[in-house]
């Protein structure tokens, strides 16, 4: 292709001046063994890695005019293959989002797409091979950048390379979702694509790449660049030959394994989104028909999906829960203390041996790679608790997730005593025993008479009091709420309670470890189950509150399914436990009153030992049995679905603006980030409050939006 042809892209570029542009620095390198003269391109933007290389179209005109030249190099004989990399830890990270989101007439979004598939097609139409060598970060255009090459190596120190398109409101639309399953197979593609993506854009390490296909070698991380050149040099020449075992050509399509991807995507879909959103279903398209499709006709479908969704209310509400949620406000909290008050922390203490702190016990150690002790009533629990720890280490070992020297430090770190005395030294103990106020006092006491006097005495509790807690204590300003949300290697959220008497040290240390947990924390204030769980509850509340009246089963817990949740209230209760779900509405309504319903229904169904209100029937659908029912006493005032789910939604409206007028959070979007991260509120959404502005159960319950300059 001429230079010209993508000078005809200029004009988009040029609407974009303020662009952070990701250059094409080129580079000959003599690459060893003989083989030729290979021009390398190195994108980076400039900027250190706190500011990650994106693909606007300033920087994907650079790039296309870029590649034009080097094939006309090529046919000059001047060069024998073109490579791609990047700027330390990052090849690049996917689109530049807050471009994307103007770009509201379909035709500029057609013309990114087309420029995108224009750019990267040029790999293939260079007169010589194209080598992407993945040195690290390679999300959505990123990694699609190297599927479009001949060849990719990828580094095992990379992390985060993904798909995540359908997570963010678009499609993989520069040729991943038509590449992808012909180069690794529709079972892992549709792993990669859809199942990584809705799980809270799961992302792949370097060695899981290789492993899959992605990348046709696999080379560590310090020499990786020129381990990578000296394998090009190999294929060039001859000496390695390149196998890819699950790679497709359309003569070799297994339709009948496609048909099952494409059901296990659809099932995934379903389940994540309850279809309410338009990215997966295009996604799903695509998928399937790829295979019927030539290389031009599925990069054109492409196009078409991109130019519609990018136009979507959809992906604009996406975008701000994605960019200006979860990558920037989570990463600079709101009313966090300055970080240079932060302690250093070299020891650990975990107070309990069950499941949650087990699964704390493992996070600190793994994350924070100190010390971690944990303590409980007896041996045995103790025992019990530090052989989880050993055997979830095993597993991640043996899964690729950790090197086996990893594995042994991890493994080392943690043990377990009945002695508390082992605490003398820590600086930082977390509390994870039974949710009764009584007994954390307790702890909190033994653990004071042991401990230094600047040791952090952290709870995980999900709605008692912190200041409570504390109050008996000599040093009350030493404790803060540290509350994870289960399970605790998936869900990202942190709330950190301040407690009145919580000092900004403490409360800066808190902040700090968080960080090196890899967690999002989000400040709030010590109030009764403060503020995901507060949420939850006034909405399990209706759910039950209606149920009770007489609404049926199957009406009440489907009615929430135009908010898309990742599952239906009575679903979730059934997995967080009756007994707690019901403690947590005890706890809610004795410090907020009525508004919070307590379900005189749910606690017959503990009482009679049942862990869920339904129970399958011979087709796996959920039913209430005659017997379930004879355990209930229910009204004779049913809602209709659309009833439940406006006053569902009016009541959130209710509690969140109560919380603000509190101060429970810093703002709306505070509310929104940890509803998001730590309750899997849809991202198509937006976030809760401006879902509830555009329902109109603000002004209706409040007579006011949350957000007076968002749709």
């Known amino acids: 292709m001429s230079a010209e042809t993508t000078a005809q892209f200029q004009h988009l570029a040029d ?23 290979m021009a390398l391109i190195t994108l980076d933007n ?39 990399t990047g700027k330390p830890h990052y090849l690049v990270a996917g689109a530049d989002l807050s471009a994307t989101t103007r770009l509201s007439d379909p035709e500029q979004g057609r013309a990114m797409a087309r420029l ?15 080598f992407v060598f993945i040195n690290g970060v390679a999300l959505g255009g990123g990694l699609e950048i190297a599927l479009n090459a001949d060849y990719r190596t990828v580094s095992s120190a990379a992390g985060a390379l993904a798909l995540p398109e359908v997570y963010l409101g678009l499609v993989p639309g520069w040729g991943g979702i038509y590449l992808l399953p012909r180069l690794i197979g529709p079972a892992d593609a549709e792993k990669v694509i859809f199942e990584n993506a809705l799980a809270n854009n799961r992302t792949l390490t370097g060695p899981q790449a290789a492993e899959l296909g992605i990348a046709d070698a696999l080379f560590e991380g310090a020499d990786f660049l020129e381990q990578s050149l000296a394998w090009a040099a190999g294929v060039l020449t001859g000496t390695v030959t390149v196998t890819r075992p699950k790679a497709l050509e359309d003569a070799t399509i297994d339709h009948a394994a496609w048909d099952a991807a494409v059901a296990k995507a659809r099932a995934v879909v379903a389940a994540r989104t309850s279809n309410a959103t338009p990215a997966p279903q295009r996604a799903l398209e695509l998928f399937d028909q790829g295979r019927h499709r030539t290389k031009a006709e599925a990069f054109a479908a492409e196009d078409e999906a991109l130019a519609e969704l990018i136009a979507t209310p959809e992906f604009q509400t996406t975008v701000y829960g994605f960019l200006e949620l979860v990558q920037k406000r989570a990463k600079r909290p709101a009313g966090a203390p300055d970080a240079k008050l932060a302690r250093p922390v070299t020891k650990v203490g975990v107070v309990g041996a069950g499941l949650m702190a087990s699964q704390l016990a493992l996070l600190f150690a793994r994350r924070l790679t100190v010390p971690v002790v944990m303590t409980d009533v007896d041996q045995a629990r103790v025992d019990k608790g530090v052989a989880w720890v050993h055997a979830e280490v095993a597993k991640l070992r043996e899964k690729g997730r950790i090197s086996a020297d990893a594995a042994n430090r991890i493994t080392a770190l943690v043990t377990g005593t009945v002695d508390k005395g082992q605490f003398a030294d820590a600086d930082f103990v977390i509390e994870a025993v039974f949710e009764e106020l009584s007994v954390k006092k307790q702890v909190f006491a033994e653990v004071e008479a042991v401990v230094r006097e600047d040791c ?4 995980n509790t999900s709605s008692l009091s912190v200041t409570a807690m504390a109050e008996d204590l000599a040093h009350p300003e030493r404790v803060v709420g540290f509350h994870f949300f289960n399970p605790v290697a998936v869900l990202p959220l942190l709330e950190i309670v301040r407690a009145p008497k919580t000092d900004d040290a403490v409360l800066a240390t808190a902040f700090a470890v968080a960080k090196g947990l ?41 009615a929430l399914a135009p908010m898309g949740l990742p599952m239906t209230p009575f679903t979730l209760l059934a997995l967080v436990g009756l007994p707690v779900g019901a403690h947590v509405q005890e706890s809610l309504q004795a410090a907020f009153g009525d508004r919070f319903h307590v379900s005189e229904n749910q606690q017959r169904l503990i009482d009679a030992g049942r862990t869920s209100l339904f129970d399958k029937d011979a087709d796996g659908k959920d039913v209430v049995t005659d017997e379930t029912l004879a355990l209930l006493q229910v009204g004779d005032n049913p809602s ?11 009541a959130l409206a209710d509690e969140i603006r109560r919380m603000l007028d509190e101060g429970v959070v810093a703002g709306p979007e505070d509310i929104d980030l940890c509803m998001i991260l730590g309750a899997g509120w849809p991202l198509h959404l937006g976030g809760i409050t401006p879902y509830l502005d555009r329902v109109g159960a603000s002004e209706r319950v409040t007579g006011r939006r949350f957000h007076a300059d968002r749709g």
């Open 15 to 37: 609407a974009f001046a303020d662009e952070v542009v990701t250059h094409s620095l080129t580079t000959d390198i003599a690459l060893p063994g003989g083989a030729g003269t």
């Open 46 to 84: 400039g900027q250190d890695h706190r500011r990650p290389t994106t693909l606007g179209p300033n920087t994907l005109v650079e790039l296309g005019l870029t590649l034009e030249k080097l094939a006309d190099r090529a046919a000059a004989g001047e060069i024998v293959a073109v490579g791609i």
């Open 116 to 130: 995108g598939h224009h750019v990267y097609g040029l790999l293939t139409s260079l007169g010589v091979p194209s």
């Open 456 to 459: 952090i005495l952290a709870t």
């Open 518 to 558: 890899k967690k999002n924390a989000v400040l709030v204030t010590d109030s009764a189950a403060f503020a995901v769980n507060r949420i939850l509850g006034r909405m399990f509340g209706e759910i039950t509150k209606v149920f009770d009246e007489g609404t049926d089963a199957h009406t009440a817990d489907t």
């Open 640 to 650: 209709t679905a659309e009833q439940v789910l406006t006053r569902t939604q009016d």
